[in-house]
């Protein structure tokens, strides 16, 4: 009986139940995004740094990796003594720089460059092709578009320009041997692999046997921390810093995605509870009456009670799971503007999907709507009968 007393109730004021759906499910979008958008970030990032399987980077002293154009000297020392540990299973030295593809009657085409040792390397998915070797390079597919090249063509490149003299520096042909994916790299941003050595050569005597990162993997069960201590014990010009420690310092840079969603979140739980608790109640009050001759022929206040909360309830799922399917389209669309940013990672998510953070945060709103009714619903049960029926009447 309950049952169809609560159709009934919803289906008599359509417009009603339809506005109330509606601004519930907008607070339940909202809530969601926020709730995506404050773990999001961590994970995309904890999920980008361990996705290649190191353990620890290694950095020039007192900087950050590519923070800074800081470069460690003697490189080939360096990973010589790290190779020393027996905790240490692979060492994938990186050098940053930079390359020009000089154009017959145009600009040149710049991109960035990558020194790495193709056996170890971590910063790029082959997707064609092969591993680059001596005079060979890859390269991703912002930079093949711009340089109107694909994979097993030559090209001349250059590692510098002279503006006083107009020329190219120290120009060489190269063979495109793979196409790839930089894992790191912004999605937009051309880019190119090569190996060490190669990209050394072309930096000239600035760039000898220099690298501008390290780095590490672990045997499996290694503890990271002693690794770390033991490299800063026995290459003090450099500074190790775990994965772990990478998430941290990210996860402190993005305090204030998290500070806003959060604020952002309450207003929303807030807002679909005070509209159910408002819709609720001005529902009881115009059906005042009718609950007074429910109770007047027999029904029980707890059976009315139960009505106008399962009404409460049924308004809040419905607008919660119509929720959903909207917060997940206005997270892919926003999602999609703020990757856009400048210099990010194409593997970087804002808004990441996770089922039980989103089911949490969509029950709680549901439960908290719930409990809004349940005031009203009393009220309304509990009035005096021949009261209200006299005021009725009357």
Known sequence: MIGRLVVASLTGHRARTLLAVAGVAVSAALLLDMVMLSSGMRESFRSLLTSRGFDLRVAPKGTLPFDTEATIADATAAMAALRESPDIVAVAPVLGGTIHLPRAGGAAVSSVALGVDPRVQGDYVLLGGREPRDDEMVANDALLAAAARQVGDTLTIAGGYDPQLRRFLAPRVVRISGRVRFVYLARDQRAAAMPLAALQALGGPTRRDRVSLMMIRARPGADIEQVRAWIA???????????????????????YFRQLAFILGSVSLAVGVLLVGTLVTVSVNERIGEFAVLRAIGIARRTITAQIMIEGAALMFAGA?????????????????????????????????QPRAAWTALGLLAAAGVAAGAWPAWRGASLPIARVLREEAA
Do not use: H
């Not at 003090?236 to 996860?251: D, F, L």
């Not at 892919?332 to 998510?349: H, K």
């Open 233 to 255: 014990r026995r290459l003090p010009k450099v500074t190790a810093i775990s994965t772990a420690t990478a998430i941290a310092q990210v996860e402190e840079r993005l305090s």
């Open 321 to 353: 799971f119509l929720g959903l399917a909207l917060g997940l389209v206005t997270a892919r669309y926003l999602n999609t503007i703020l990757a856009s940013f400048p210099g990010l990672p194409q593997s970087i998510d804002f808004f990441l999907f």
